[in-house]
């Protein structure tokens, strides 16, 4: 009897043994994304950003500590930010640990586009890339609630979070990936279709 409980917990010792290593190098193997506040202070909105971004994606999000825009980025002609000189700042502050920077802003932004000098947009990233800029914005037209709003703004960080990790434009208008075209397609979008998931590269920093 004596013996039986002895190796029965033998057993047991040694199942938890090796569980626990196994599972803790999973959780390091998730790739950081760092969520930079750019003149953007709602706490709410960002930890729901937080938590919807870790079912999107397998990533784990750091919000870093809230910063202002570099003098560089301003825009004076239309009171506005440059998404373009915003990407290239955020790429010298992002810590090596992460592998891509999200700048969040209720600033509007812009960048050069198809012949205009300057034209605004609801977020900026480029394929691949390790920093891109969102900003809400654009997306309080037509909008009922704050939280449509927010469901909004979360589709726009994973869509160009999506260019960063190697995708483009797609065709199926209920993709992320979907092609703003300067028009409100957000409401219709309910997620990466096969095609992108398959196409999807979430890489460490070499
Ligand atoms: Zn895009
Ligand atoms: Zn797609």
């Known amino acids: 009897m004596m013996r039986i409980l002895v190796v029965t917990g033998l057993a047991v010792s040694l199942l938890l043994s090796c569980k626990e290593p196994y599972s803790k190098t999973k959780e390091e193997a998730k790739p950081v994304i760092l969520l930079q506040p750019l003149a953007f202070t709602d706490t709410a909105t960002l930890s729901f950003l937080k938590d919807s971004i870790e079912k999107f994606y397998p990533v784990s999000i750091v919000i870093a500590e809230p910063k202002q825009f570099p003098a560089n980025t ?16 955020l790429k010298e502050i992002k810590p090596d640990s992460a592998i891509t920077i999200v700048g969040l802003t209720k600033e509007d932004i812009s960048t050069s586009k ?7 947009v609801m977020g900026l990233g480029y394929k691949p890339g390790n920093a891109c800029v969102v900003s809400t914005w654009r997306l309080k037209k037509t909008a009922k609630s704050a939280q449509q ?10 869509h160009e979070m999506g260019h960063n990790f190697w995708l ?4 199926d208008q ?18 990466l279709c096969n095609s992108c998931k398959q196409k999807l590269k979430i890489k460490r920093p070499a």
Not at 114 to 120: E, K, L, N, T
Not at 184 to 191: N, Q, S
């Open 74 to 89: 301003y825009y004076k002609p239309r009171n506005r930010y440059r998404a373009d000189s915003t990407i290239k700042w």
């Open 114 to 120: 198809s012949g205009y000098v300057d034209f605004g």
């Open 149 to 158: 709003i927010r469901e909004r703004l979360f589709k726009v960080v994973v």
């Open 168 to 171: 483009d434009h797609c065709a």
């Open 174 to 191: 209920q993709c992320t990936m979907v092609d703003a075209e300067a028009k409100m397609k957000l409401d219709e979008i309910t997620g």
